[in-house]
């Protein structure tokens, strides 16, 4: 036999293969895969497991990939050592975009959108390579709740790594700890030698937001859900165990669900709902969740206020809930300090013991939420950066619901735990300053700042689910108005049919429901109104929308410019990307999760 000939003959391990193909053509490319990447072409009949990451233009992406890859080998390593007729498929990878990024331009608009494109592209990758099993990295904000959404439609199982935390910043002249949120308010200052050295140092190195801002607040929520080991949340993406130690025993979390049939939906209940927006009530957490809280229920076969709480029931329960952690946007430490501080487990264990939380709920682990608190053996508060229910670090829940003539389906929302001033004894009265975008708000904070004055209620509407499209944060402006408060020890609240990043405080209410695209009471709010924000009654009200003759005119004012515009108010702008006008077309209001249409 010639040197060419031996050359031309397949590897040993490949000429013992027998496989009956019913369907070459359908089955060579399997084939071919499995062999790429060292896997039994014998096994390709077998169920589906499959790694999934979320990738995107940031340092919340930049850890996901070794994380994918360590999790693949695990997985790889276990089918082969057991002799598993399993068929891994190739890692695949969503997109999202950067909140921290496009906070302030027109392009954070894309941000809700990405949630729905990941939902799309998951559901897409699960349907159609009929996948059994799977697990997902996930990071930033809104990639996480699409990859969930998309794990809870499917309904196999399936268990959540998030990629974790990046660690704070230091100022290299004053020592202090700095990140994404002290940066956007240090972009009001005049000095430009401090901007620039936030800018160079607030986010060292890798993974997502490292405060309780909207990605830690969904980690929370999804590993207390059930779908993620609850240890697994608070250390940092560069902390080793996230490559050295978590792929095995998620690859243990998904054997354990698989043997025993457990899929995602027998594990998100209304009991185990209601446990995660107890537990994000108590961090504080960002009032995104009550957007993305709606659209897992969803996902689940749930409504949330239908079969999970109530508005009265929402507000009883952050009134009985206070906050037990000092963490930023509203106090001192990040997730870092929380892991050093026992870590998730040890807030679910305070909440627990103060008969907060059904500890009966299954996670992911086979195991009941208290089950698996117990066997981690967490640490009690140390009263630093985790505080028991009984002594907290703030008595009023972190959330807040309210209703009233402004907000008449009730779905507005108030971060409590960021109040920095303004209420007295329950109440906050100012006065109305109208802006009909984001950009003209910002345009004059830059410009005329000394215009603004104690008291006042900045209003920025057309900016909702439809009439941004796209719901954006309003990150941006909050910092410059938080910057402008703590410089004149003033209160200026804002109130907005748009949304907030989790790093925002201040009096600021938002998911004013129904938005002034569609011709929402806040639409009709003029300069000079007084308004109303009572948390003892959990009301937004405009004294003047009273009136009923004064809403009736204004109301029908309002038609007249919507009717000689084309049907569309002449503030609204004009959208050509196509998916702009899809959200502008088919989202739902606030309080249904604004999402887009599936159909």
């Known amino acids: 036999m010639t040197a060419e000939s031996k050359s031309s003959l397949p590897p040993k391990h490949e000429q013992v293969v027998s496989l009956r193909s019913s369907n070459p053509g359908r089955d060579v490319q399997r084939v071919g895969t499995a062999r790429f990447l060292g896997e039994d072409p014998a096994n390709i009949y077998g169920p589906v497991w499959a790694v999934l990451g979320n990738l995107g233009d940031s340092q919340c992406y930049l850890g996901v990939r070794e994380k994918v890859e360590a999790i693949q080998t695990a997985v790889a390593k276990r089918i082969k050592a057991d002799a598993r007729a399993i068929r891994l498929i190739s890692p695949a990878f969503t997109v999202g975009v950067s909140d921290g990024q496009l906070n302030g331009t027109p392009e954070m608009r894309f941000s809700l959108i990405g949630r729905e494109i990941v939902n799309d592209s998951v559901s897409t990758h699960l349907a159609a390579n009929q996948v059994a099993a799977f697990f997902a990295v996930v990071a930033c904000d809104k990639?996480?709740?699409?990859?969930?959404?998309?794990?809870?439609?499917?309904?196999?199982?399936?268990?959540?790594?998030?990629?974790?935390?990046?660690?704070?910043?230091?100022?290299?002249?004053?020592?202090?700890?700095?990140?994404?949120?002290?940066?956007?308010?240090?972009a009001s200052s005049s000095d430009e030698v401090l901007r620039e050295r936030y800018t160079l140092n607030a986010c060292p190195g890798q993974g997502s937001c490292g405060g309780m801002f909207t990605y830690n607040t969904m980690q929370t929520f999804i590993a207390v859900l059930g779908l993620e080991p609850l240890h697994m949340v608070a250390p940092a993406s560069d902390d080793p165990r996230r490559l050295n130690e978590f792929p095995d025993e998620l690859v243990n979390c998904l054997d354990v669900m698989t043997a025993r049939n457990i899929r995602p939906r027998d594990i998100v209940t209304p009991a185990a709902l209601r446990n995660a927006i107890t537990v994000v009530m108590a961090m504080g957490g960002s009032t995104n969740v009550m957007l993305h809280s709606v659209e897992i229920a969803r996902a689940a076969g749930l409504h949330l206020w239908n079969d999970v709480l109530s508005h009265d029931e929402f507000n009883a329960l952050s009134r009985q809930v206070p906050v037990i952690v000092n963490m930023r946007p509203f106090g001192a430490y990040s997730m870092v300090d929380l892991e050093t501080s026992g870590g998730l487990p040890t807030v679910v264990r305070e909440l627990l013991d103060a008969g907060l939380l059904d500890g009966s709920t299954i996670t992911c682990t086979g195991e009941t939420l208290a089950e698996q608190v117990e066997r981690h053996h967490p640490p009690r508060a140390d009263r630093e950066v985790i505080f028991p229910p009984s002594e907290p670090f703030q008595a009023n829940g972190g959330l807040r619901l309210l209703g009233g003539n402004l907000a008449p389906s009730g779905g507005a929302i108030l971060k409590l735990a960021g109040v920095e001033s303004g209420i007295s004894e329950g109440v906050f009265t100012g006065k109305a300053r109208v802006f009909d975008s984001e950009h003209a708000l910002i345009d004059a904070l830059i410009s005329n700042s000394e215009s603004f004055q104690d008291g006042d209620m900045v209003v920025i509407r057309y900016v909702g689910p439809r009439g941004a499209p796209g719901m954006p944060e309003m990150l941006d402006p909050t910092s410059k108005i938080t910057t402008l408060c703590r410089t004149r020890g003033i209160t200026i609240a804002l109130m907005t049919d748009a949304r907030f990043s989790g790093g925002s405080v201040g009096l600021v209410i938002g998911h004013v429901a129904p938005e002034a695209y569609i011709g929402g009471p806040i639409a009709l709010v003029e300069n000079g109104d007084t308004i109303l924000v009572n948390v003892n009654d959990d009301l937004l009200e405009c004294v003047e929308l009273r009136d009923p003759e004064v809403y009736a005119t204004r109301m029908a004012l309002w038609n007249r410019l919507v009717e000689s515009n084309g049907g569309v108010h002449p503030s609204v702008a004009a959208v050509t990307h196509r998916m702009l006008k899809r959200m502008r077309a088919t989202a739902s209001s606030a309080l249904d999760g604004a999402g887009m249409a599936s159909s």
């Open 143 to 186: 990639p996480p709740v699409g990859t969930v959404a998309a794990l809870l439609e499917h309904n196999v199982p399936a268990v959540i790594l998030s990629d974790g935390s990046i660690k704070p910043g230091h100022d290299p002249l004053t020592g202090d700890r700095i990140d994404l949120v002290t940066a956007f308010q240090a």
